[in-house]
């Protein structure tokens, strides 16, 4: 039997209706406009095309949203300064900076830098102490996505074996303890991980984050497995994810497609990430 496709796409079409519809009802009652900042260093053109896919999604949502550039040779007291500025900024109610930064800037002395009641990402040290902790906080959008992924499809995760491969901060780790959050036995497995096809084959869930193209084939994949591929990679002129899709379709019982699977999720989770922000600094309940 082949494994279902998950529609990740129709999903995010779902959310992003409902985040337009509370967006307008908010604005009618608040009469202000939710409102992300985006930092963008440098030109690398995959974070271009990132950055221009989140401008247009917050358009169609009414969110408006400001794309602030910045030269590669930006020094960090001048990053830190702009965040500063955004903190400040009573009309800005999200900041997001756009990963990866140029390599002479400390990543984690910047994010930490952004006001968490901002951070749309979830990636300041509070909002990660948060979700260690179990209290509410701004989540992850793809970690995120994927949980609401899970949860659209009926997908169990009570009691099942989890695997995350990978372990960043942006990606692994938050799933991992989204997963644990969730009552599953999770196992974390990174580039020092032995034995991984092993350990990845005890999966009843298996969420594939390594950036390493068809990585997984189907000596990862237990019968029945569902398949959560977050890869992306550009190999030549094509999109390829994590999980090499054609050698496990047959196998597993749900996969997500590369593109149109968790991709779409990160942005829908981003513009409710951006309107929680919005309600939680104007007052608005949740
Ligand atoms: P990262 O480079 O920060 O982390 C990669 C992780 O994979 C590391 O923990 C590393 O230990 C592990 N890893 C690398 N090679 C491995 C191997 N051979 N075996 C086992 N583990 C290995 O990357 P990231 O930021 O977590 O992103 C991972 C991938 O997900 C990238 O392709 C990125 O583009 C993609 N991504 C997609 C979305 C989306 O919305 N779909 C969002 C974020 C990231």
Request: glycine share 8%.
């Amino acid at each position: 039997m082949s494994a279902v496709i998950i529609d990740g796409k129709a999903l995010a079409a779902k959310i992003k209706d409902k985040v337009k519809e509370d967006v307008e009802a908010l604005v009618r009652k608040q009469r202000i406009i939710p409102h992300l900042a985006v930092i963008l260093i440098g030109s690398d053109p995959a974070s271009q095309t990132y950055v221009r896919g989140k401008e247009k999604a917050c358009e169609k949502v009414g969110i408006k949203s400001t794309v602030i550039k910045r030269e590669i040779d930006i020094t960090e007291a001048e990053i830190l300064d702009l965040i500063d500025e955004l903190n400040e900024d009573k009309t800005v109610h999200g900041i997001l900076l756009q990963l990866p930064i140029p390599k002479h800037l400390d990543a984690n002395k910047i994010i930490s830098r952004i006001d968490p009641t901002k951070d749309v990402d979830g990636f300041t040290p509070t909002n990660v102490a948060k979700l260690t902790s179990g209290y509410p906080g701004l989540v992850p959008c793809t970690p995120l996505g994927i949980m609401k992924i899970l949860d659209e499809y009926n997908i169990q995760i009570e009691g099942k074996r989890c695997v995350v491969i990978g372990r960043s901060q942006i990606v692994g780790k938050p799933m991992a303890l989204l997963l644990l959050k969730a009552n599953g036995t999770v196992t974390i497995c990174h580039s020092k991980t032995k034995e991984l096809e092993k350990v990845a084959k005890e999966a009843d869930i298996l969420v594939a984050a390594t950036g390493k193209p068809k990585m997984v084939d189907i000596n990862f994949v237990k019968k029945g497995a569902v398949l959560i591929d977050v890869g992306i990679s550009k190999v030549d002129d094509k999109l390829l994810g994590d999980i090499d899709f054609e050698s496990v379709k047959e196998v597993a019982g749900y996969i997500t497609p590369v593109p149109g699977g968790v991709g779409p999720m990160t942005i829908a989770c981003l513009l409710e990430n951006t309107v929680s922000c919005y309600k939680s600094i104007l007052g608005e309940k949740s």
